[in-house]
């Protein structure tokens, strides 16, 4: 099993926001496509006003755990797992 290492980089994500509810579908980083291939766990947290709402997602064998920020809309790639 990998282990986690943190990352904290802005990324753009494809997400559905419906009733309240966030649906990350697929993010860009280092230059690749990740498709979301299923959301894990999900949670919230709060840093002042803002409201993070984070997400575990799976691409493959690899986690990814990325962050929402309600207080600038983005996206920030916190952690990954990379199995292969």
Same mark, same amino acid.
């Given at each position: 099993m990998g282990a986690y290492q943190? /990352?904290?980089e802005p990324i753009a994500v494809e997400a559905v926001f419906r009733s309240? !509810? /966030?649906q990350p579908n697929k993010f860009w980083w280092s @230059? !690749?496509?990740?498709?979301?291939e299923q959301v894990t766990? !999900?949670?919230q947290d709060r840093r002042g006003q803002a409201r993070l709402r984070f997400?575990? +997602?799976v691409n @493959?064998?690899? +986690?990814?755990e990325i962050c929402f920020d309600s207080s600038n809309c983005q996206w920030i790639l916190c952690r +990954?797992?990379?199995e292969g």
């Open positions: 943190d /990352i904290h309240g !509810r /966030i @230059g !690749r496509e990740h498709k979301v766990y !999900r949670w997400f575990s +997602v @493959g064998t690899d +986690v990814y +990954v797992c990379l």
